[in-house]
């Protein structure tokens, strides 16, 4: 029977592991510039309207100089990284290793690979001025929610966080203002204020673009996790 000791024997190296996935991803991550994250499903189909909204608004942020990254998987994530790609922007994929679903896209032209979840969460966060949430599953809510607690508590600027599909993602906010805000008041009322809704590609783009202007010096991103 094992008495545990293999695990404390392997821990010091998995810390060395950790260290190069973190140095690896922030050299290469470095030097992409300004960059936009979109989340959303792996399973999300070419026919779908969100897989064709994802490719128009990568490929709106990329004509305007800013990198996309995405997991670089199928579904919504491979629409994104198309619609960078086709505009001939930078196109990243912080692809990571799971027994189903993932598997890098051919749209990428930045690729990282990542073991651990939480290194290439960092990594999404940390190097980008803007999120877009397309529909998608636990993966893309679990970021969501992440990244607005990020903003909420002032560990990071106040990105813009455009959720995309108002009938995907109305549910969820009225549930949030009836059950979090207004019943139970775990939240505070204008919490709800820092996400924006919208059905438009276009507008998406003008939101990330209206808050990089706001910035004052193109190209440089403000601090986070600094």
């Known amino acids: 029977m094992s008495n545990g000791n293999g695990f404390i024997q392997e821990d010091p190296w998995r810390i060395f592991r950790i260290m190069s996935e973190f140095v690896d991803s922030f050299q290469t991550m470095s030097h992409v510039g300004p960059a ?3 989340f959303g499903s792996a399973r999300t189909k070419p026919n779908d309207k969100y897989y064709r909204a994802a490719t128009a608004i990568a490929k709106g942020l990329a004509q305007h100089n800013l990198a996309v990254v995405t997991g670089g998987g199928p579904g919504i994530m ?3 990284n198309k619609g960078a790609a086709q505009a001939g922007g930078k196109s990243v994929g912080l692809n990571i290793e799971l027994p189903h679903e993932q598997t890098g896209n051919r749209f990428t032209n930045v690729p990282i690979h990542f073991h651990y979840f939480f290194a290439r969460k960092v990594c999404f966060v940390k190097y980008s001025l803007g999120f877009v949430y397309m529909p998608g599953g636990f993966g893309t809510l679990d970021e969501l929610f992440e990244v607005i607690t ?3 508590t002032e560990r990071i600027p106040q990105f813009p966080l455009v959720l995309f599909g108002r009938e ?3 549910g969820l906010l009225q549930w949030m203002k009836k059950e979090l805000a207004q019943k139970n008041k775990f939240i505070n009322p204008v ?8 059905d438009s590609p276009e507008e998406v783009v003008e939101l990330i673009r209206d808050y990089e202007r706001r910035l004052g010096t193109p190209g440089v991103l403000p601090k986070a996790f600094s």
């Open 191 to 198: 919490d709800l204020d820092l996400v924006s809704v919208t």
């Open 168 to 170: 995907h993602w109305s």
């Open 36 to 38: 936009v994250t979109i």
């Open 150 to 152: 990020l903003v909420q």
């Open 78 to 80: 491979e629409a994104a």
